[in-house]
């Protein structure tokens, strides 16, 4: 099923339904779906054919979801770029992608002229001011509509080629075709239905694929989707109040700052009714937190990735309740399941594995694979990445895990980021949660370091809260120790004021590598 037939079957029930709310303009599905079909008339006579990629170089607004369904309706390949791109990763993801047309933003155009000379044949497309010698994305919504592709038997065709984010060197074009999006929202998603009415309030980046399955997700429902150009905590607690929002998508560090916001508890966030969180690990007690600050609110985690198309397991909002009065044990029990992520959603399958590919023991770490019919197709011009990666069928997430009894998932770091100390084996994240619960301590990142004795030791780079002083490392290290097998504990703490991080607040341990390893 071609992704513009979501809008096709929203607008035909819909039609005088808000459908994009952006900063002063309201877009309903008549109007969006007539926009639409003008945009993709305008990209045709600029040349765009079936298969070929059209870009945009976008902040979160209309214009991008525009862009996304107008390629999508004529058989061509959508590719979000990372607006936080340095000009040197642009040019690889551009050059890699070939796009013949680029949608850019007016506050990136000097960013695209600085590297025109290094990219070839693409027509650009100004968004915002007129830019000479570039057409106007305004004015192209003046051509005769057009969606004229052949939608049947395309589900295997490319739909997407989304970047992968690039916290570990250059980044990969990750190939997702019209049934990574169909497949897993037909599964997952409720259709349109003209007696239901929600909002949904977008703030993870379109160019990432939570916030692209989102739009999609949310255009075969029929929300009205509020876009929130980037995120800024008070804007986003205005924007709630405001419109009476419903869901809401965010990572860790969105929900705690918006949580510690002096003016928090001046607004009234009554009508959130579902928060889906995910892309980096939530911390015990910002959950906790979160849901007592929200009482009328379920909560979602859910983890995937780009390679699978968004949510490949999920924390049911029945986990996130404990009830008061549970015995001890189980209130452990729940506590405990609030730090993993849940359980395989029914449209994949989910193991984990050791390196042979068997089977791993319940509270065995291994290796989490997927397999399914919406998971990539493999990665754009990497052969050998695609086939170290999908083996026999089965997608090698790279991130590792284990199961409890009852077919809970837990996470245990990223294979490449295992700490090898000695021929024993070691999850950074383990240490991580460790070092967390102190009642000091904001965050905090483990590495490993090279050692002469054991290969690797672990360090941990940790943050403090503005509340408390500082500790001294020793007692980090003993209060470690404590609670983890001796050879787990850090043998080494080094305090920073932040983590780096990516858009989606994952920590960055290629920097931290680079930087603290010495």
Not at 15 to 28: G, M
Not at 104 to 111: I, M, T
Not at 125 to 140: E, F, Q
Not at 395 to 403: A, F, I, K, P, R
Request: a negative charge.
């Amino acid at each position: 099923m071609n992704i513009s037939e979501f809008l096709t079957l929203a607008e035909a029930v819909v039609p005088e339904r808000d459908a994009i709310i952006f900063e002063n303009s309201h877009i309903n599905y008549r109007d969006l779906k007539d926009r639409i079909a003008r945009l993709a008339g305008a990209l045709s006579d600029l040349g765009l054919r079936e298969g070929d990629r059209v870009a945009t170089l976008l902040v979160n607004r209309p214009e991008m979801v525009e862009t996304a369904f107008a390629a999508s309706g004529l058989g061509a390949v959508f590719v979000p770029l990372n607006f936080r791109a340095r000009a040197e990763e642009l040019t690889f993801m551009i050059g890699d992608a070939n796009p013949s047309i680029l949608v850019v933003e007016e506050r990136y155009y000097s960013l695209v002229e600085e590297i025109l000379p290094n990219i070839e044949d693409v027509s650009i497309i100004g968004v915002g001011s007129p830019h000479a010698g570039w057409p106007s994305y305004a004015a192209l919504l003046s051509h005769p509509a057009k969606l004229e592709a052949d939608l049947s038997d395309i589900n295997d065709d490319l739909a997407v080629l989304m970047f992968t984010a690039g916290t570990t060197g250059t980044p990969k074009a990750v190939m997702l075709t019209h049934e990574s999006f169909s497949s897993y929202i037909l599964a997952n998603v409720e259709p349109v239905d003209p007696e239901i009415s929600e909002s949904n309030l977008l703030t993870v980046p379109l160019y990432h694929i939570a916030g692209l399955q989102a739009v999609i997700a949310g255009i075969y429902a029929g929300r009205t989707l509020i876009v929130q150009r980037q995120f800024e905590p008070q804007e986003w607690m205005t924007l709630i109040q405001e419109f009476r929002v419903q869901r809401a998508m965010m990572v860790p560090t969105m929900l705690k700052q918006i949580m510690e916001h002096p003016e928090f508890s001046s607004f009234n966030l009554s009508s959130l009714e579902i928060i889906t969180y995910g892309a980096a690990p939530m911390p015990l007690e910002i959950i906790r937190r979160a849901i007592e600050e929200f009482p009328g609110c379920r909560f979602i985690n859910a983890f995937g990735q780009t390679e699978t198309a968004s949510t490949i397991t999920m924390l049911a909002p029945e986990d996130h309740e404990i009830p008061v009065g549970l015995p001890s044990n189980e209130q452990e029990m729940r506590l405990r399941r609030l730090t993993s992520i849940g359980k395989p959603l029914p449209d994949v399958e989910v193991r984990i594995v050791d390196e042979f590919g068997s089977d791993v023991a319940p509270e065995q770490i291994g290796e989490l694979v997927a397999r399914g019919p919406r998971l990539m197709k493999g990665y754009w011009n990497q052969a050998e990445a695609t086939q170290a990666t999908i083996r026999s069928g089965w997608l090698y997430t790279g991130d590792l895990g284990y199961s409890d009894p009852d077919g809970y998932i837990y996470l245990a770091g990223r294979a490449k980021d295992t700490i090898k100390r000695g021929g024993e084996m070691i999850s950074p994240e383990e240490v991580e949660n460790v070092l967390r619960s102190h009642v000091a301590v904001d965050d905090a990142a483990v590495i490993g370091i090279p050692d002469a004795e054991w290969g690797e030791t672990v360090r941990a780079i940790v943050t403090i809260r503005s509340d408390h002083t500082q500790p001294d490392s020793g007692e980090l290290i003993e209060y470690c120790r404590e609670r983890l097998a001796s050879f787990k504990k850090p043998g080494s703490v080094i305090f920073v004021d932040e983590l780096p991080r990516n858009s989606l607040g994952k920590v960055l341990k290629r920097s931290l590598r680079e930087k603290f390893s010495a």
